[in-house]
């Protein structure tokens, strides 16, 4: 029952939060824009400005972070962010298909939301996606390996509160973009139980298998939270294109804003 209740609030959004619109700017071609997890929409500072000359681009802050609703029963599932997207995505009545991009944990989020709402959207852009497959189905030992060296890590974050809270201290003091890595006490919770329902256990290799619109894939050759190799499963589908950013690391910075962009079209 538990299962089904999941399923029908992924499908229609009943029952679920209606997310912060964090920007509705431009006119033209609808994009929507997810970021990623411990952020909130400041990630995409470098890309709206691409966009809005010929495009409505619309950002929304995804559950738990930025300026939309926490709630304290949450369980941060994947099942969940997808059904506060689409009552999000809902209210805003649009008429026509859509591009839907999500940035790091976004893209995780939006490859759901278009394996359950096909027909909503025109194409579909991940930026950076940390795929990490289960290690015990992952045949090559190298990339098993790292895949693993990547959960392993994830875990000691999530049980290591005030480590993991000192060092993204230190860390968002460096990055170009701030708000753009956030970890506090206020997001402490959706942070740990996102990692870990929704990045450490996984369903977006079986989710972009049933999606049907063109899938743009744009990554950094320097990010850190793509285990080397980990591509590669998603690198042979179809209708999959995949956009190499070189010196570019996880976050959105004006060369691989520009890619991302030429993606949309």
Known sequence: ????????????????????????????????????????????????????????????????????????????SLEEHVAALHATIRSLRLREPFVLVGHSLGSLIVARYAAVHPSQLSTLVLVGPPIYGSPDEIGDRR??????????????????????????????????????????EKNWDPFVKSLENCIEHQTVVSDLARVRVPIEVVYGSLDAFIAPGSLAVIETMRHVSMHRVEANDHIIRKRLARVVSAAIG
């Open 1 to 76: 029952m538990g299962w089904l209740s999941d399923r029908t609030r992924t499908l229609f959004g009943w029952g679920a939060p209606v997310l912060h619109i964090a920007g509705d700017v431009g006119e033209g071609p609808v994009v929507v824009l997810v970021h990623g997890i411990a952020s909130s929409s400041v990630t995409f500072k470098n890309l709206v400005p691409l966009l809005e000359p010929r495009h409505r681009v619309i950002s929304i802050d995804i559950l738990g972070f930025g300026r939309s609703p926490a709630p304290e029963d949450a369980t941060y």
């Open 143 to 184: 990339v098993r390996s790292r895949v693993s060296a990547y959960l392993r890590a994830y875990e000691f974050l999530r049980a290591n509160k005030d480590f993991t809270i000192l060092n993204a201290r230190v860390l968002a003091r460096l990055l170009p973009i701030k708000g753009v890595f956030e970890i506090t």
